[in-house]
Nanobody, 117 residues
Framework: QVQVVESGGGLVQPGGSLRLSCAVSGFTFSGSGYIMNWYRQAPGKERELVAAIRSGGSTNYADSVKGRFTISRANAKNTVYLQMNSLKPEDTAVYYC?????????WGQGTQVTISS
């Protein structure tokens, strides 16, 4: 059974930084066949893909966060991170971690990120 648990959300001022964590159980990051994704959903908007990292190590980002956000993983901890810098009010959303493991999706419960002065 794959489980996904996010943490690290909170309230940050514009220009600040925050790091989200996503702990995964049920498969190991040292293996293959997975893609770890960060999505976000702002009020009244559709959920959008923010960043992804594949088992082979390649990454991709939404244009809106390129150069500000970095996705990474710690294989020993089976955890993926989203480092968010230069945060803007428009980054305010619930951030979700999704594990795609051999074609099956597993979502976390989400963590709120609010950017406000």
């Amino acid at each position: 059974q794959v489980q996904v648990v996010e943490s690290g959300g909170g309230l940050v001022q514009p220009g600040g930084s925050l790091r989200l964590s996503c702990a995964v159980s049920g498969f190991t990051f040292s293996g293959s066949g997975y893609i770890m994704n960060w999505y976000r959903q702002a009020p009244g908007k559709e959920r959008e893909l923010v960043a992804a990292i594949r088992s082979g190590g390649s990454t991709n980002y939404a244009d809106s966060v390129k150069g500000r956000f970095t996705i990474s993983r710690a294989n020993a901890k089976n955890t993926v991170y989203l480092q968010m810098n230069s945060l803007k009010p428009e980054d305010t959303a619930v951030y979700y971690c999704k594990a795609n493991y051999w074609g099956y999706d597993y979502w976390g419960q989400g963590t709120q990120v609010t950017i406000s002065s």
